[in-house]
């Protein structure tokens, strides 16, 4: 089968909430280092701009890749496989635990141990209808 690959569904409010403490920090810290350009201001503007481009490449780059044998999920510079053979359940979630989503639309993916993943593709359907066409045990909400 060939590899499918979905992006992550982005909510605009769940990227607001994460973005905007980042951009004001990182406003204010620029602004001090504007006025008063020290050894120690110019590291916390340095360490300010690697949080927020770590931020920026995990919503430019959460995706789930279907390959005929695993479920590959990047987010950022994470990687995660699952196995498709131990996904047995597949259900609706909102959880706002910390997982691989960038979106409160979520699917938890359940094992014979618990939950295995927690995903949120941007075509829900898509992404249900292959993983069913690979893993045809699969129980689908």
């Known amino acids: 089968m060939e590899p499918l690959r979905f992006r992550s569904r982005i909510d605009l409010a769940l990227a607001a909430f994460i973005a905007v403490p980042l951009l004001v920090a990182f406003g204010a810290t620029g602004l001090g280092a504007w006025s008063h350009a020290t050894v120690a201001v110019a590291a916390v503007v340095v360490v300010n701009a ?16 279907l390959t005929a044998a695993d479920l590959l999920i990047r987010c950022g510079p994470m990687r995660e496989t699952v196995p498709l053979t131990s996904i047995q359940r597949v259900r609706h979630s909102n959880s706002v ?15 014979r141990v618990g939950v295995q993943a927690v995903i949120s593709p941007n075509d829900l359907d898509g992404f249900l209808a292959a993983l069913k066409a690979r893993v045809p045990s699969v129980t689908l909400p």
């Open 97 to 111: 635990m910390s997982a691989p989503a960038l979106s409160l639309r979520r699917l938890a993916l359940e094992g």
């Open 50 to 65: 690697s949080v927020l481009g770590l931020v920026a490449w995990i919503f430019l780059d959460t995706s789930y890749t």
